[in-house]
């Protein structure tokens, strides 16, 4: 009765495991689609004032969601090498303990598999801190800040170097 409940709530993990990098995976194929569909909206939106931010905001989400590829691709690939790392420790206890049960050890990948769905949708938060989504952060205040007082020091050079030419020119 304990080994069929076991092995009942094994295959459930194992069935939520690979349901939960599928979810991922569906999920961030949506979110592109509707992201590229919206890409020219927020293109145009971004050309009246007030809603300047619009187009770096669609970037920075377009660029987070597409980073959960390689961020699940990171993640699988730490599962698989822990998950081989199990099955060599199993094969290494069998080899010199012939009392060794492989059950002893189904607890243990249990946990493993608990660990990996919680990982999995851990990954569009993880994507998150690589680009932040809500804007570029403070990175992308200073480049606007720059960018602005740039602006203002060559307006400011334009016109005096204006209002020298025009000077000389009416002789005052």
Known sequence: ??????????????LLFAAAALVIDTIRTFFLIVLAILGPIAFAISVWDGFQ???TQWITRYISVYLWLPVSDLFSSILAKIQVLML????????????FSIEASNGVYLVFMIIGIIGYFTIP???GWIIQSGGAGNYGKNVNSTAGKAGSMAGAG????AGNISGRLLGK
Not at 158 to 161: F, M
């Open 1 to 14: 009765m304990k080994k069929s409940m076991r092995d009942w709530f094994r295959e459930l993990l194992e």
């Open 53 to 55: 931010s619009t187009l």
């Open 88 to 99: 060599q420790n199993d094969i290494s206890e069998l080899q010199n303990n012939p009392n």
């Open 125 to 127: 938060t993880v994507a």
């Open 158 to 161: 334009a016109g005096a170097a």
